[in-house]
Structure formats: structure tokens, C-alpha cells
């Protein structure tokens, strides 16, 4: 029994398992937490912090990077809060956890790790100015928001990565206020699309430098996911052209609801509402021993999209205590990119 | 067709109820002695296993502060620079008026934790409880039961997975109960760490970590424990195999016109043979049952003493309850088959062999021939000589325990031959035919009687020895407790600043006042404590040196040497002469080695002063007390109440003492019992074989009866052959089993605990061994002698007339 158990078992003692970005109690009611309004306007740099009333939160970085071997390469840093309850406190019995994801992935090669902290002893947190987030030797920190260092390190990679950010700050949905399901459950969520990249990988191979572009996504909620819903697809892309576009599928028990955000080479954001987006798997693949689609067609017919996604290497497969599948993906069709793909409830 | 057959096999039975019960009960005895021996060891390792489980002892490292708790902040900088460590905090707990010990473990960090994962599956309770307040305990369920009847403590989920006597819970709970809850006892360095974390110096250079190598001590200590009882097991199981060797091959024997008149009859030997084989196996199943039912009674009367002993020797935590394990079902069975088909080949090659229509020897059927004698002597010297190969070649418990294997199975083997050799002589002496003929008779009874005779030996042999061993333990550590239990009252203080106020109180109230400040720190990785001892006549005079010499005290508490207790001298053949060097970089000459039985890790004594120059903060919290002994209760009363002590916090030396002693006694009593019941199993063994050949002597005393011999004086002279062998016997054990003593307190013990002991030699003991041996045979003959008595002389004409 380690604490795969506990949050297994704590999951599983909440309604409507269900891992939005891989992570677990997206479902659960939202008793004596607090519940996202439309309307409430995002304040920064406060919002970079965490929100302990909310039950869930995150703060999730992308990147895909190029190496001088010339070879493509992705990286993802998250750190996730839960709360137990909707307080803090010091000490050990901190109703605050906190957990981090850390992978890096090669065509041929993926290596994740995990860590899980509790709140209150200094082990693992956010402050929003200075911007630091932490958790043990993980660390994404800066003067601000636009300028980060972040670094992570598991037994096989490490990573050292600065970033800079170069266009706005994009809030999703209805100015920060993003729906998830038919129900209303919904999320507050923006995003940073556009930071340049550079820094090392250490692989076992040894050191490599690197450059690209990272996407970083801050969410929080209490319920985002209504109860039937049993798993998402998320795709960040971002197209040579520029523009970016950021779409998920929330797969329920009878229907999909999507949503997404197409966002201008400006960082000027249009929200697209449930059902104008249509992704659709088109090959299967059992490497990680479970079926989980690799490739995708993906249409938007109002900007004109018809692509197929593509990932760089299927068997990107995070094997953490809540398992689901996170990797970096090409772009080819009418549009050609890079991008992020995660799916989450295909173990 | 069959069930003729089946009904004469079994007619056999009927008519000898007796020799049934002996077959049923040496099959019960051999499977009873072993399963017992098993069902303690397998429960003791299931106790160990959940212990490792829950505290992952023995298998990780432990990172711990010198200079007493650690703090969150030290926990934080180990975080923060990548070391994936998990904190615990321990503690004893005042509770229902008893003390419980706290285990405290960050459970959202911490490896295994079998009792939460127990809890949440199968009792419901949902693991987020146990991390946030009030938080949960976990405990057996008799301490459970304790505990929920308590006011002010959290929910308490009893579960088995818990090890005994510990209460479990999280870091977080534990800090609540235990007050401080930023403290934390050590942390466990968790086995997964990520790449390139800086070194521990670089980080906290205050900080140590401690490696489980050699600490590990507890399965290896443990193991050498079980082993010594499962080599009991075996003995007995071996000498439980010579009961149903014998009563299997007077059944045969009785059988044979039976089966003479079958086979004439037209029944294949095949048949017969199978028939006999399904026979065997139904009685050794039986049997079988029976033994494990009669094991199970053993054990669970001498598991809390083993339990005990367990936890005394080894602090090894096991409960004193049995829980029956198929595992060990299977194994007892298996046992009582495979024994009854070893023991009862050799009647089956002969009885395959046996000519169709054969008629008796003259002598005992299984007899061997003076040159198979001397065969089996040879091959018990080979035995011998394997054992001494093996400890030569390699070393280590289990060549200790070749040796010994060696020694025993090659004496027995050559048992005959020399039994027939003194025989021999003691015919020379013969002044009468009558005691020529008595010489004579006992050596052609020999072979019949030799397997009962190399069972008693065995048994004596391992009386002498195990008792020997045990005896002489007790009388060094009893020596040595006086040695080294020299002040009269032993306290210990809460904190360094409570310590210094002891003291201080104590200077006015006493004679004199021994700090006993000592550092945990780490020898060529393995952890060693590090005594700082001031200069008193109570060490020159009292502590137990084992290489006593002149200057030895003046050189350590002048700073100039070292003493190092007798674990670390023979784990690291450091002696007197040598140096030893402790971190950071300080070294010292070895001017002593002093012997610290019932401590399995290093320790070395300094002087106070030297202890310092170590740059770490040296807890003062413990002290020993010199006082005259009347004063003793008095001032350890007033002391209580002026300091608010716990009663585990003054312990006074008589106290102790007995203590320690009780604990001594208890770790041997299993031996004591298992000792018992082998010689007892012997003296069965014995009587079995005199039953034997009570059918096959007919013919040979005939002849002496119609000489003019009473049957009188012919059931005086068949005990009084019975008491000889078993003198003879005793007097050959009695070498044998000074050999065994002499390898467990050399050999094994070194192996074992880490010491060796000086071995006592207690001739009263043995001569009462030897009469009590002799009574068994005596006991073991009377009812032949009786039947001798009895026998109407017209079954004694008989001989002459016909065939049995």
C-alpha cells in the first residue's frame, strides 16, 4: 500500500470517477467547496496562486523542443493541489495535497516520474508573486509569470528549462469562466500558449540542448466533470502558421461534449462552443498493454481546419498513481504543427 | 479377492492392538515434533515479514539527527534538494494506564503500509481520514480493543497487518498525540531516488545516514534462532523415524507366515506389495493427523515462550498466538509420509526378496553382519570428516550446523561397531559360560537394537550438549550481569536540561553519579554506539573485559584508547593492537575487548572528553546511580516525585536483573522442553525395539532355559542387557555431547549472536542424564522381561519341536 491506495481508494469513495488532465475527484460533488461563477473576472497576478477553496487545481506545462541532434523531443511539468477539505492549516494534518507529474518523451523513449507532498510544511506550494511553484526538488519559478525557470527531476531525465513568454495570457470560455459538461460544471481556466523555450534534457544518454515552444494551462474547479462523464481528449496545437488551437472532447456515457479556443498568432482568443469541433480517433494502439487512440482527425470547419494528429511516440504512457496518456504530437493536413495530446480513462 | 487379502493384512492389526498404537503414535511423535518446530518458525517469519513490512526494517536506510529529533526544516532541505525520504515519528504514549509505543509514518510518502491498505479494503474506511485530524491509529486487535475504550484518542481500526505491539498511525496524528508535532524521530531514505540529488554532507552536514547493512541484524539473528529449531525438529523427526523403522519391521516379521501362506495361495507379490504400500500410507496419515493435532498443542504451548525469547534476545516482534497455515498442514503430512516410507523400505527390500517359501533365520531378520558393521562405521567416519570439510571450507552458521550433523549422524553410525568392540571386551572379562553367554547374546542382539541405541544416543548426545551450552550461558551471563550492572538505580531524564537538574539533585543524594552519554554513528556502514564514560572505580573494577590488561582504564579515560564490546571485535576481527577509526576522522588504539551478551550491534567506550571532540551534540539524559543498596527504593521514590518521572524511567539494579534473567530463562525453556521429548521419544524407540525382538529371542533362549536357566533368571538378565546397552550407550553420548556443546558455544553462538562463551562442565548434571537413561531402558525392558517371566514353558519346548 503506498498512496496510489489512498488516492485510489479516496477516489473511489467519491461518485463519478473521472481524470480531466489525469487527475481524480473531477467528479465529485462539491460539498462545502467553492464552485466556479461566470462573470467573476480572472485577477492577476493573484489567479497564479492557489484558490484552497476549490477542491482541484493545477498548473500544467507542455513543451515541444527540437534538440541539435535535430530530433523532437517533449517535456511536461504539473503540479496539481487537492483538497481534502476546503481550508488550510500548518503543520503535517494540512488538508492540502499536493502531487507533481514530471515526464520527458522522445520518439523512442518515455520517462515519468511522480511526487506527492502535503500543504503546510513547506514541502510543496504556490506564491504568485514572486512566482514560485514547488514540489521537493521540482520547481517552476520566476520574477513573474512571463519568465520562468523550471526544472524537474525523476531516476532515469532531468530537466532545466527557461521560459519566456511572448504574447498574453489567453482566458478560455466566457473570460475564464470554461464549461465542461451540458450539465454547467465548469472550471476556471487560462492559459500561457506562447513560451518560447530553451535549456537541457539530461537522458540517459546524456546532456542535450534544447529550444521549442511550451503551453502552460492554470485550472481550478470544485466539479468540472459531470458524473457520466468517464474521460477527456485535450489537444494543444500549436501550427507553423502561428495560430493555436486548444480543444478537448469530454466523453460521457451517451454523448461527447466539446469546447475549445482558437487563438489568433496576436494571442487574441475566440471560444468555440460544444459540438463545432469533431476529433476523431483513427488508429489504435496496444504498446502501453491498453487501447488508446494515437491518431486523430480533427475538423473545425469554421477556421478551415482539417488535420490529422498524430503522436511522436504511442507508448507515452504516464504510469503514475493516476495512469493516463500525455504526449507531443505532429501536425499534418491542412494546417502543419506541433502540439500536445492527453487522454485520460482508456486504462 | 483383494478384500481377503485386506482382511488378513489387516487381521495382523487386530490381533496386535499394542504395536498399532506404536506405529500410529512413532509416526504422531516424528510429524508432532517437527510440525510444532515448523508451526513456530513459520508464525515467528509471517510476524517478521508484516513487521518488514509496515517498517520497512532492515531494508532502508535511515537518515537520522546525532544530536537528538529532527526538525521540519532538516526534513524540508532533504526535501527540496531531491532526496525522496519519508518522515517517522516515534514515541511512547501514556494511555489506560500503560504505555503504548507510536509509530508515527508519513503516510502519504512511506512505502508499504499493509495495515492501511487492509483497513480501506476490507474494513471500508477511507485512507484521507488516517491523513487529516483527528487522523486514525492502527493496532492489533487486543491493543485495539484497548485503545477504542479509551477517552481522547482517535478511531483505532485494529488490523493484523500491524506489527505487535505497535500502534501505527500517520506523522500528522502522531505529532498531535505526542506533542511537538513538528518533530520528527528519522527518516526512512525511500528506495527509488531521482537523478543527480546532491550528497547528504553537502546539504545537512549534521545530519547521518544510517545503512541497514549489518543492522539487518534481525533476520539474520533470527534466522540462526529458527535454525537451531528446525535442527531440533529434525532430530526428533529422525528419532521418532527409529519407532516406526521398528515397529514397521516386527510387523513384517510376525506377517511373514501370513504372507508366506498368501503368496502360496496364489497372490502375486505385486498385489501384496501394493496392497501393503496403500496400508502404510493410511496409517502414516493417520499417524500423520494425529502428530499435527499433537504439534499444534506443542506449539501453542511453546510459542509465547518463544515469542518471548524472540523479543528479549532480538527486540524481533512476534505474537505469541498460532494461526494454522495450510502451508504447513501440507508439510506435516508430507513428512509423516515421506518418514514412514523411508522408515519402512528396508522391510519392504526384504520383504520383496524374501524367497517364496522361506523359513525364519536363525537370528534377528534385520540384523547386519559383522562386516556391514564395520561398513557403516567407515561411513559414519566419512560423515565426520564431511562435517569437518565444511567448516573448514566455509563458514557461517550453516557450516556450523554441517558440523554438527556430521558429528552426530557419523557417531551414530558408528554406534555398533564400537557398542560391539566394548562387547567384546566385556566378554573377555566373562568368568562363568553364563556371563560368557550374556556377552555374547547382547552382541547378537546388537544389530536388532542398534537403530534404538543410536536413537538414545542422539538424544543423550543433544541433552549433554544443548544443556551443557545452556547451563554455561547462564552461569556467564549471570556473571556478567553483576559485571556490569554495578550501580544500584539507573535513571533517565526527559531532556538534556531535566539531565543536568538530575544530576545535580543527585550529587546531594548519592555517592556518585555515572553520566551514560553515548553517540550513534556509523563503522565501515554498519551503526555502532559510542559510549563517553568518566574515569570510575566502578568500570576499573566491575566491567567485564575479555582481554584484561594492565593500564587498560588509564589509557581510555586518558583519551589515549578505545574498548570495543565482543559483536564488533569478531564481526570485524578488530583486537587489541588494532585501531579503530570513527567519522568524521578520529582514530584510537583498541586497548580492550569486553563481552555484551544480548546486544547484537556494535558498541565502543571512550572517555567523556573524547565523545566530545566528535563536534556533536551528546544527549546527557541517562545516568547510572552509585548508592548504598538500602537507600535505593527511598531515593528512587523521592526522585520520581521531584522530576514527575514515568516508572520505566528509574529501573534499580536488583529489578533489572531480574529481569534480564527472566528473560534468559524463558529463551531457553523451548530447548529444555524439545530436549525432554527427544529423550523421551528414544526411550520409546527403545522399548519398541525390545518388543522386536522379543519374538525373534525364542529360539536363542531356549537353548539356555533348557540348560537349566529359570526364566527368572532369564527376565533379570534381559534388563540387565537392556541397562548395559544403555550404559554403554550413555558413556559413548557423553563425549559426543561435550563435542556438541563445544560447537554450539564455538561455532554456532559466534555465528548466532555474535559471542563466544566459556564452556562450564556439570558432572553432577550428567551422571543424573546417565541415570535417567538407564531408567528409560530399564523401564523400556520391563514389560519383555515380564513376558519372559511369563512364557509357558511349553511355548519354550516348542523351539525344539517346530517352526515358529
Known amino acids: 500500500m503506498n498512496v496510489r491506495m489512498i488516492l485510489l481508494v479516496l477516489l473511489m469513495a467519491l461518485p463519478g470517477v473521472a481524470g480531466a488532465q489525469g487527475f481524480a475527484g473531477l467528479g465529485a460533488t462539491a460539498d462545502g467547496f467553492a464552485v466556479p461563477k461566470r462573470g467573476n473576472l480572472l485577477n492577476f497576478p493573484d489567479d497564479h496562486g492557489p484558490h484552497p477553496s476549490f477542491r482541484i487545481e493545477w498548473w500544467y506545462v507542455t513543451a515541444n523542443l527540437t534538440g541539435t541532434d535535430g530530433r523532437d523531443y517533449g517535456i511536461q511539468w504539473t503540479l496539481f493541489r487537492s483538497a481534502l477539505r476546503p481550508f488550510e492549516s500548518d503543520g503535517w494534518q494540512s488538508p492540502q495535497l499536493w502531487m507533481g507529474h514530471a515526464a520527458v518523451t522522445s520518439p523512442e523513449a518515455h520517462f515519468f516520474d511522480e511526487r506527492f507532498a502535503r500543504d503546510g510544511i513547506g514541502q510543496a506550494g504556490v506564491t504568485a508573486h514572486p512566482f514560485e511553484a514547488w514540489i521537493d526538488d521540482w520547481q517552476m519559478v520566476g520574477p513573474d509569470f512571463d519568465h520562468l525557470n523550471l526544472r524537474a527531476s525523476g531516476s532515469e531525465f532531468t530537466y532545466d528549462l527557461d521560459l519566456v513568454a511572448t504574447g498574453p495570457l489567453v482566458a478560455h470560455g466566457d473570460r475564464g469562466y470554461s464549461v465542461k459538461s451540458a450539465a454547467g460544471q465548469a472550471s476556471y481556466y487560462y492559459s500561457q500558449p506562447a513560451y518560447q523555450v530553451s535549456g537541457t534534457l539530461d537522458l540517459p544518454n546524456g546532456p542535450m540542448p534544447v529550444t521549442g515552444w511550451a503551453w502552460l494551462d492554470r485550472e481550478w474547479s470544485s466539479q468540472p466533470l459531470s458524473e457520466d462523464q468517464t474521460g477527456w481528449d485535450w489537444f494543444s496545437l500549436t501550427f507553423d502558421s502561428g495560430e493555436r488551437l486548444m480543444a478537448f472532447r469530454l466523453r460521457g456515457e451517451t454523448d461527447l461534449f466539446t469546447s475549445g479556443t482558437w487563438i489568433a498568432p496576436d494571442g487574441q482568443a475566440s471560444p468555440i462552443g460544444n459540438g463545432h469541433v469533431t476529433a476523431t480517433p483513427t488508429k489504435w494502439d496496444e504498446a502501453t498493454g491498453r487501447q488508446v487512440p494515437i491518431a486523430w482527425d480533427l475538423q473545425l470547419p469554421e477556421k478551415s481546419i482539417d488535420i490529422r494528429i498524430e503522436a511522436l511516440n504511442p507508448a507515452a504512457w504516464m504510469g503514475t498513481t493516476f495512469a493516463y496518456w500525455e504526449g507531443p504530437v505532429q501536425v499534418s493536413g491542412s494546417h502543419q504543427g506541433k502540439g500536445y495530446l492527453e487522454m485520460t480513462g482508456y486504462d | ?804
Open chain 2, 1 to 804: 479377492m483383494t478384500g481377503a487379502i485386506l482382511q488378513a493384512i489387516w487381521s495382523h492389526w487386530r490381533r496386535h492392538p499394542l504395536q498399532l498404537a506404536t506405529l500410529l503414535s512413532g509416526i504422531a511423535l516424528a510429524t508432532a515434533l517437527w510440525s510444532a518446530v515448523q508451526a513456530i518458525n513459520t508464525e515467528a517469519r509471517a510476524n517478521y515479514a508484516s513487521a518488514t513490512q509496515q517498517l520497512a526494517a532492515g531494508s532502508l536506510d535511515r537518515i537520522i539527527d546525532p544530536s537528538g529529533p529532527m526538525t521540519l526544516s532538516q526534513y524540508r532541505i532533504l526535501r527540496r534538494a531531491g532526496w525522496q525520504v519519508a518522515a517517522v515519528r516515534e514515541g511512547r504514549l501514556a494511555v489506560a494506564g500503560g504505555r503504548i509505543n507510536l509509530l508515527g509514518v508519513d503516510l502519504l510518502s512511506y512505502p508499504t503500509l499493509p495495515a492501511i491498505a487492509e483497513a480501506s479494503q476490507v474494513q471500508g474506511i477511507a485512507p484521507v481520514d488516517a491523513l487529516s485530524a483527528p487522523g486514525r491509529l492502527f493496532a492489533r486487535a487486543p491493543l485495539a480493543e484497548r485503545l477504542q475504550a479509551t477517552a481522547g484518542l482517535p478511531p483505532v481500526i485494529a488490523s493484523d497487518q500491524v506489527p505487535v505491539g505497535t500502534v501505527l498511525t500517520d506523522i500528522g496524528t502522531a505529532g498531535a498525540l505526542l506533542g511537538e508535532p513538528e518533530q520528527i524521530s528519522h527518516v526512512v531514505v525511500l528506495s527509488k531516488q531521482p537523478k543527480g540529488i546532491p550528497p547528504l554532507d553537502q546539504i545537512a552536514p549534521e545530519l547521518r545516514r544510517i545503512s541497514t547493512q549489518g543492522d539487518g541484524g534481525i533476520a539474520s539473528l533470527t534466522d540462526s534462532f529458527h535454525l537451531n529449531l528446525t535442527a531440533f525438529g529434525l532430530l526428533s523427526f529422525a528419532v521418532g523415524l527409529f519407532i516406526v523403522h521398528g515397529t514397521v519391521g516386527l510387523a513384517f516379521e510376525q506377517r511373514r507366515p501370513m504372507i508366506r501362506t498368501l503368496r502360496a495361495l496364489g497372490t502375486p507379490m505385486r498385489t501384496l506389495r501394493r496392497l501393503l504400500v496403500v496400508e502404510l500410507m493410511i496409517l502414516a496419515l493417520i499417524g500423520g493427523l494425529v502428530g499435527l493435532v499433537l504439534g499444534l498443542y506443542i506449539a501453542g504451548a511453546l510459542l509465547p515462550d518463544v515469542a518471548a525469547t524472540l523479543r528479549g534476545l532480538y527486540g524481533a516482534p512476534v505474537d505469541g498466538a498460532l494461526t494454522i497455515r495450510p502451508v504447513w498442514v501440507a508439510s506435516g503430512l508430507g513428512m509423516a509420509l515421506i518418514g514412514t516410507a523411508a522408515a519402512s523400505g528396508q522391510a519392504f527390500w526384504k520383504l520383496a526378496r524374501l524367497p517364496l517359501l522361506s523359513t525364519p533365520g536363525a537370528r534377528a531378520w534385520s540384523g547386519q553382519t559383522q562386516g556391514s558393521v564395520a561398513r557403516l562405521a567407515v561411513a559414519g567416519l566419512g560423515l565426520i570428516g564431511l562435517g569437518v570439510i565444511a567448516v573448514l571450507l566455509g563458514d557461517g552458521l550453516i557450516a556450523g550446523f554441517a558440523l554438527l550433523a556430521g558429528f552426530l549422524m557419523g557417531a551414530a553410525l558408528c554406534l555398533p561397531f564400537l557398542l560391539s568392540h566394548l562387547l567384546n571386551l566385556g566378554g573377555r572379562t566373562a568368568g562363568t559360560a553364563l556371563s560368557e553367554w550374556v556377552w555374547a547374546d547382547m552382541k547378537a542382539q546388537l544389530p536388532g537394537l542398534s537403530l534404538a541405541l543410536m536413537a538414545l544416543l542422539l538424544a543423550m548426545a543433544a541433552n549433554i550438549g544443548v544443556g551443557t551450552m545452556v547451563s554455561s550461558f547462564r552461569l556467564t551471563f549471570t556473571g556478567w550481569l553483576d559485571q556490569r550492572l554495578t550501580a544500584e538505580l539507573y535513571v533517565t531524564a526527559r531532556d538534556d536540561a531535566q539531565g543536568a537538574e538530575i544530576e545535580r539533585w543527585l550529587g546531594r543524594h548519592s555517592d556518585r553519579v555515572l553520566p551514560i552519554r553515548a553517540l550513534e554513528m556509523e563503522h565501515e556502514s554498519a551503526p555502532i554506539f559510542v559510549y563517553g564514560v568518566v574515569d570510575d572505580q566502578t568500570y576499573r573494577q566491575h566491567w567485564p573485559l575479555l582481554t584484561p590488561a594492565e593500564g587498560v582504564w588509564d589509557r581510555v579515560v586518558g583519551g589515549e584508547a578505545i574498548l570495543i564490546n565482543e559483536q564488533m571485535a569478531r564481526r570485524n576481527n578488530l583486537w587489541p593492537g588494532d585501531t579503530v577509526t570513527l567519522p568524521p576522522d578520529l582514530t584510537y588504539p583498541i586497548a580492550g575487548v569486553y563481552s555484551d551478551y544480548g546486544n547484537p550491534t556494535a558498541q565502543a567506550i571512550l572517555s567523556v572528553d573524547e565523545l566530545a571532540r566528535f563536534g556533536l551534540p551528546v544527549p546527557n539524559t541517562r545516568f547510572g546511580v552509585r548508592l548504598p543498596s538500602d537507600k535505593v527504593a527511598t531515593v528512587a521514590q523521592e526522585l520520581a516525585a521531584s522530576f514527575d518521572l514515568p516508572p520505566d524511567a528509574l529501573i534499580d539494579q536488583a529489578n533489572l536483573k531480574a529481569r534480564s534473567m527472566e528473560i534468559f530463562d524463558k529463551t531457553f525453556v523451548v530447548t529444555g522442553a524439545l530436549n525432554i521429548l527427544t529423550l523421551g521419544v528414544a526411550g520409546f524407540a527403545i522399548f519398541t525395539s525390545l518388543l522386536t525382538l522379543w519374538t525373534q529371542r525364542l529360539p536363542q533362549l531356549a537353548p539356555v532355559w533348557a540348560m537349566g536357566i529359570t526364566r527368572r533368571q532369564l527376565a533379570g538378565l534381559e534388563l540387565l542387557r537392556s541397562v548395559i546397552l544403555a550404559a554403554l550407550t550413555t558413556a559413548l553420548a557423553l563425549p559426543l555431547g561435550l563435542m556438541l556443546a563445544w560447537v554450539l558455544l564455538a561455532v554456532i553462538n559466534v555465528e548466532a549472536f555474535g559471542w563466544r562463551l566459556p564452556m562450564f562442565v556439570f558432572p553432577v548434571e550428567w551422571a543424573k542424564l546417565g541415570a535417567l537413561a538407564v531408567l528409560t531402558a530399564l523401564v523400556a525392558g520391563l514389560l519383555p522381561a515380564r513376558r519372559l517371566l511369563q512364557v509357558p514353558p511349553s511355548d519354550l519346548l516348542k523351539v525344539f519341536a517346530h517352526e515358529r
